[in-house]
């Protein structure tokens, strides 16, 4: 007789990996931020692939007309493994955000891991940035959802957070400056806020602050082992995007990119690699870093202080590259 099966990785006990490759998930995902709902944001919930099953978000400000208003791609963090859009900090941020920017914020989610390891949520990304062409496509009220009548599909900016903010750089990477495969949506560039990348070489701040408050190297580690394709490594492409095994991307045209991280993340330096060597390669990307700060401080807290600097950042970013 065969061993039961056991539980090889375990988050917070919320996900449970088995030895026979089932998953336990709780389906009450404990989230203490109460939800933000006023007057100031309208949104609503649609499916934007039926096949999958998949939804977004779409948030638009309830005092304004949307006439030429830009549109603002919003992907979640929770290390490919958690998240949606309907986490309360995450819906919180996106009404921040469309109130702050006056824009009209799409939330999509995606499918998670273990149950489906990357590459499905960049997969399930692109689809989302599909569905927006297909709405752009239509040219018409008639079969345009009526909250996207007006927009600027030649403004549309894409903003990830930690695990969203790989995502965006892998949609930067397929969907390079100059293609027409999204026209007549024009993604203008990309704001990458704290992005979970990940490599087989330790790089300084992660050998000499491998612990946040929360968050530590084991808990980002176990992450990949739960997402990243069964027998591959840290410097899967997925995860490590300048690696060894990716794609160089010498001369691949990208759009403008704007990486902001914490001063005090475990992934600070490897961020500032990461922009660094895309400015080398002759890239226009801006490295924001905000001292003190550890992963989650925008998402976290999208009211505070710092938060309101981190939108005039954006915000900036969105004038100048909407010229």
């Known amino acids: 007789m065969g061993s039961l099966p056991h539980v090889v990785e375990d988050c917070f006990g919320l996900l449970q990996l088995y030895s026979d490759g089932s998953v336990y998930r709780n389906p009450e995902v404990p989230c203490p931020t109460p939800l933000l709902d006023d007057d100031s944001v309208l949104y609503k ?100 959802d009526p909250w996207l009548t007006g927009v600027d599909f030649d403004r549309v900016f894409v903003l990830g957070d930690s695990s969203g903010g790989n995502l965006a750089h892998h949609l930067a990477v397929r969907f390079k400056a100059g293609s027409t495969e999204l026209a007549p949506v024009r993604v203008r560039g990309y704001v990458l806020l704290s992005p979970f990348f990940g490599g087989s070489v330790r790089t300084k701040s992660e050998q000499e602050h491998p612990c946040e ?57 490897r961020l500032e690699d990461y922009a660094t060597r895309l400015r080398e390669m002759g890239k226009k990307v801006q490295f924001v870093e905000f001292e003190g700060q550890q992963h989650g401080f925008f998402t976290d807290n999208p009211f505070s202080e710092v938060a309101g600097k981190v939108l005039q950042r954006i915000r900036d970013f969105i004038l100048d590259n909407s010229k």
């Open 213 to 269: 408050a929360f968050w530590n190297l084991e808990m980002y580690d176990r992450f990949w082992r739960l997402s990243i394709p069964i027998g591959s490594t840290l410097d899967d492409p997925s995860a490590n995007p300048l690696g060894p095994y990716s794609q160089s991307l010498a001369d691949v045209p990208l759009d403008p990119i704007a990486v902001v991280v914490g001063g005090g993340e475990i992934l600070r330096d």
């Open 45 to 144: 919930d649609l499916v934007f692939d039926l096949k999958r099953s998949l939804r977004l978000r779409l948030y638009k400000p309830s005092s304004t007309s949307l006439k030429k208003l830009p549109i603002l791609f919003y992907f979640h963090g929770g290390g490919f493994c958690f998240g949606s859009f309907t986490f309360p900090h995450f819906h919180n941020l996106c009404v921040r955000m469309t109130t702050a920017l006056n824009a009209v914020v799409i939330a999509p989610d995606h499918r998670l891991a273990p149950e489906h390891r990357l590459p499905a949520a960049t997969d399930d990304a692109c689809l989302a940035m599909k569905w927006l062409k297909g709405q752009a496509m239509h040219g018409n009220v008639e079969n345009m």
